[in-house]
């Protein structure tokens, strides 16, 4: 209430007790922060207590000085009554002088605190006059505080004792503490007993933490949170920073200090900072609380304040007059206080709370963590995965087999950044790096950290944020992963192998677990664990023998003379070629199986298009994977070729790799196996698996049906065979072109198949429309499955080549055609008793030729065979085969044209120099000379690729 003159009676809450003999009295707050008054006790006078001042000198207590203002301090918070008699100072420096009384109503149960200050000993009675203090000396409130201060004397209470020194009624009051960190380390974790003396704001306060040896005036910060503050103006920082080292106001001489803090310029107030001030000042000035010292910042000690009635910075939160902050959030020590907080904050962003009343939920962040996108995979925020891990990356990601659907799924640790390359040069470059693994500071390390605990094992992973594709960034799905109890993400960082990622306080797209990454991260710093370290960091230099065939050469007789030797499979090319670390020679090599070949994989073509692989070639390749991928092997190194590849077996689990793919199927036993040791267990493992037509054995080969593979299968291994490597020449065989590609190979249909594809056909439409219909967006193929696929309104097999937004591109492997398919109804799963069936449309090239170097020259090219042979009959006849491709005469039927020999002929094509061993024996001389011959008469002519003469080097 507002006090206009002399006699009036002052009601309101105790605020703050300054001394014995001052308080600060507060109205009720009305739409914000109350009025306030300071008030003096007429008539008496209590030991003063001692301060720092902004000198930086220190006084000290006046005895019994501090009980004196304890006996008062029990009023804070409570109502009380002031009856006012005298006011000292003009607007806005006024002081009230009256009597004290700790309570409102009853009247009758009412105490003059006054008097009973007087009567405990705790002041005595001003008997001069002048300055508000004192009363008239004559009146009957003066004599009955002069027989009380006489019997408190007579009884020796308080001050007055004779038998108490008054020395043990000092406080010893350190006001400033040197070491922060010290005595922070001192005292971590364990409850210390505390007052909150002042509130600079609603998280920052000044406290007297009572110790058995002294009293501590610590500047105080709360752990996790952050609320509005107020803003010094420039003539305020240094006696602000004076006053935050130990100038408090619980010992503010009335009417001084005061006065003089009114007198400056008002800080600035961010909005609600004088709201959340009031807010704490309300519940925790001058109450006992108990204080957690958790961590330092400058100065300043950080830590939670524990009360009986709740946590402040969790109702703060709550309120919208707090937001929580990363920085310190890692260090609240208190259990579950820190998801509280996240919770808190979350529920007051809903509630659009003070500080958040503009806030626009993001997707997603209903849930409180991340986006709602989905993945490509299908995969959204709060989903759960179970399955076992396949292969790590380096040092922040995983790729995961699905339990449920054998799915996989890359995953990456939620909010965690992987060590990075050395701080940036003079031009804020950071330096390049060609093998990040090796040459980042502990990215091998944090990479080691993750395959040894994680490969092969079962996880569980939380979808905490879906990052959508962007232009420059691939999609990542961010995830909590755990190994029994264990969060993978938080071991890595208290290992200091890897950074937590800060974000904006309005950004929900982190990890569930943050809080505990925060946590786990000032472990290492303070450990100086890892990328926290500043010792010299460890190095790994790698001898990278890939594609080096001198430095091969030179490492290959250390490497057979070591014999079988451990390895690590850093990378899987196909199921017979391997990356591998060897660490006893520290180098990196490319290790090729011997002794056996295996189905191709899909291959991308030096033109940008893809090569369909053969059957079971991923099926193989992801068995192998699955087996040996960054696991811990052996390898034992018998040769090296002209690549610098080399060439021999790896042991996992003692087991020789190339008999376990020849007895599941995926291999064959390769001539060059034949004086190998283990050629014995080759052959019976060969034996056994097409008995049981185990995979490669499922599909029709040169046993069973010369043509078959005769035009489209060949070794996998990259070796070359010669004309009669696939089976002995069968003759032309009549068929259709049904496609040509850009490096002009092309797909043709043996018209011998018509048969075959007519009952596939009818085998497809019966299981698949009437049968089992396909439920549409059912089935989603990987990369390389086997799909059936709707085209032209049949359903016809195909592989998937890859997926993207625009949809799936297939490769119809009966038709020889490629296709997007971007209709999920126009996709299936391909019944399993269709799929041992070989494909039905083969992929060629014209023997003994290459393709134009110009582009220009390979699309006439393209189109002269479109016009010649596209869509009409022609016969086929295979000369040779290389790299699993079959090399053949294409001839139009109707008119009896040789394509090649035509495209030779107009300088659309030439002749390969070095076509393979044995390849031109026989009739295949014949074709090479009459081919050789055309390609004379164009040479001759300038004509195309030959108009500038001969362009080709020397190797070809």
Not at 56 to 65: C, H, L, M, R
Not at 210 to 228: E, I, R, T
Not at 437 to 463: C, H, Q, S
Not at 813 to 823: P, T
């Amino acid at each position: 209430m507002a006090v206009s003159g002399q006699n009036q009676l002052l009601r309101g809450t105790v605020k703050l007790i300054l001394s014995g003999d001052s308080l600060i009295i507060r109205d009720r707050p009305r739409g914000g922060p109350p009025q306030e008054w300071n008030c003096g006790l007429t008539s008496i006078q209590a030991p003063r207590l001692g301060r720092r001042l902004a000198s930086g000198e220190v006084t000290k207590d006046e005895p019994w000085a501090y009980e004196s203002r304890e006996y008062l301090r029990r009023l804070v918070g409570k109502e009380v009554l002031f009856a006012c008699e005298t006011i000292v100072g003009g607007t806005g420096n006024k002081k009230y002088y009256g009597v004290l009384y700790d309570r409102v109503e009853p009247e009758s149960e009412r105490v003059n605190m006054n008097e009973a200050l007087v009567r405990e000993g705790l002041a005595e009675v001003r008997r001069t006059g002048g300055g508000g203090g004192g009363g008239p000396s004559g009146s009957d409130q003066m004599k009955q505080l002069g027989a009380l201060e006489d019997q408190a004397k007579a009884d020796g209470k308080g001050k007055w004792s004779q038998t108490e020194p008054a020395a043990n009624h000092v406080r010893n009051v350190v006001w400033k503490v040197d070491n922060p960190r010290l005595f922070v380390d001192s005292h971590k974790q364990r409850p210390l007993n505390a007052i909150i003396e002042h509130v600079r704001d609603a998280c920052t306060y000044r406290v007297l933490i009572a110790l058995p040896d002294a009293y501590y005036s610590v500047s105080f910060m709360l752990s996790g949170v952050k609320s509005p503050t107020f803003k010094q103006p420039q003539q305020q920082q240094q006696q602000q920073q004076q006053q935050d080292d130990g100038n408090t106001g619980d010992s503010a001489e009335p009417g001084t200090q005061q006065q003089q803090q009114q007198q400056q310029a008002q800080p600035i107030a961010e909005p609600y900072a004088e709201e959340a001030k009031f807010f704490v000042e309300a519940r925790l000035l001058q109450r006992n609380v108990r204080l957690v010292l958790e961590t330092v910042s400058g100065q300043s000690v950080v830590g939670s304040v524990l009360h009986t009635n709740g946590n402040i910075a969790e109702i703060l939160v709550q309120e919208g007059l707090a937001r929580c902050v990363d920085w310190s959030m890692g260090v609240v020590s208190q259990p579950g206080a820190a998801v509280k907080l996240r919770q808190a904050e979350r529920d007051a962003k809903k509630a659009r709370r003070r500080l958040w009343k503009d806030y626009v939920e993001t997707a997603g962040s209903g849930g409180g963590i991340g986006h709602s996108n989905k993945s490509e995979k299908g995969l959204k925020s709060g989903d759960n995965i179970e399955g076992r891990v396949v292969e790590v990356g380096n040092g922040d990601s995983l790729v995961v087999k699905r339990q449920d659907t054998g799915d996989y799924v890359k995953l990456f640790l939620a909010s965690i950044r992987p060590p990075r390359a050395n701080a940036p040069d003079a031009d804020g470059q950071r330096p390049k790096v060609s093998r990040p693994l090796y040459d980042i500071p502990y990215m091998f390390e944090a990479r080691e950290f993750l395959r040894k605990r994680l490969i092969g094992k079962r996880i569980t992973a939380r979808v905490d944020y879906v990052q959508p594709k962007s232009p420059e960034f691939p999609e990542k799905v961010g995830a909590t992963v755990l190994v029994g109890e264990v969060n993978v993400a938080e071991a890595l960082v208290q290992k200091g192998l890897g950074y937590v990622i800060r974000y904006r306080a309005d950004d929900d797209n982190r990890s569930s677990a943050y809080d505990a990454l925060l946590a786990a991260e000032a472990v290492a710093q303070k450990k100086a664990a890892g990328v926290h370290s500043k010792k010299e960091p460890p190095a790994h230099k790698i001898s990278d023998l890939a594609g080096d065939p001198k430095r091969a050469k030179q490492f290959l007789p250390s490497l057979q003379r070591s014999g079988r030797q451990e390895a690590l499979v850093e990378f899987v090319a196909s199921a017979n070629r391997f990356r591998v670390y060897v660490p006893r020679s520290t180098c990196l090599v490319t290790l090729l199986l011997t002794g056996v070949e295996c189905p191709r994989t899909p291959r991308r073509l030096p033109n940008g298009s893809e090569e369909p692989g053969e059957p079971f070639g991923e099926e193989a390749s992801r068995f192998v994977k699955e087996l040996c991928l960054q696991r811990e092997v052996e390898v034992l190194v018998e040769a090296c070729d002209r690549g610098g590849n080399f060439i021999g077996h790896l042991f996992v689990d003692g087991e020789n790799l190339a008999v376990s793919l020849v007895e599941k199927g995926y291999g064959k036993v390769h001539f060059t196996a034949e004086k190998s040791d283990y050629y014995p267990a080759l052959s019976k493992a060969e034996e056994k698996a097409k008995a049981d037509k185990l995979n490669v054995w499922s599909v029709a080969s040169t046993t069973d049906n010369g043509r078959a593979e005769s035009a489209a299968s060949g070794p996998a291994s990259g070796q070359r065979k010669d004309a009669a490597g696939g089976g002995e020449d069968s003759g032309p065989l009549e068929c259709t072109v049904t496609e040509i590609r850009p490096d002009l190979s092309f797909c043709v249909q043996l018209a011998d198949d018509a048969e075959r594809r007519t009952r596939l056909a009818a085998a497809l439409r019966e299981e698949l429309e009437e049968r089992r219909p396909p439920v549409p967006g059912a089935y989603a193929p990987r990369k390389g499955d086997l799909c059936a696929v709707r085209f032209n309104s049949a359903w016809q097999r195909a592989r998937v080549l890859k997926s993207d937004s625009t949809g799936k591109t297939v490769s119809l492997i009966d038709l020889g055609l490629e296709k997007i398919i971007n209709n999920v109804a126009d996709i299936a799963q391909l019944p399993d008793s269709l799929r041992a069936q070989a494909p039905l449309a083969r992929v060629c090239r014209l023997a003994f030729s290459q393709p134009p170097p110009d582009e220009e020259d390979i699309q006439l090219s393209v189109e002269l065979m479109l016009d010649t042979v596209a869509n009409k009959p022609a016969t086929v006849r295979r000369v040779y085969e290389s790299d699993g491709v079959a090399y053949v005469q294409l001839v139009e039927k109707a008119s009896g044209v040789d394509v090649a020999e035509l495209l030779l002929e107009k300088g659309l094509l030439f002749i390969d120099r070095r076509p393979p061993m044995g390849s031109k024996s026989g009739k295949g001389g014949e074709l090479y000379s009459k081919y050789a011959a055309k390609q004379a008469v164009a040479f001759k002519a300038r004509l195309n690729i030959w108009r500038y003469g001969d362009f080709r080097d020397d190797d070809d």
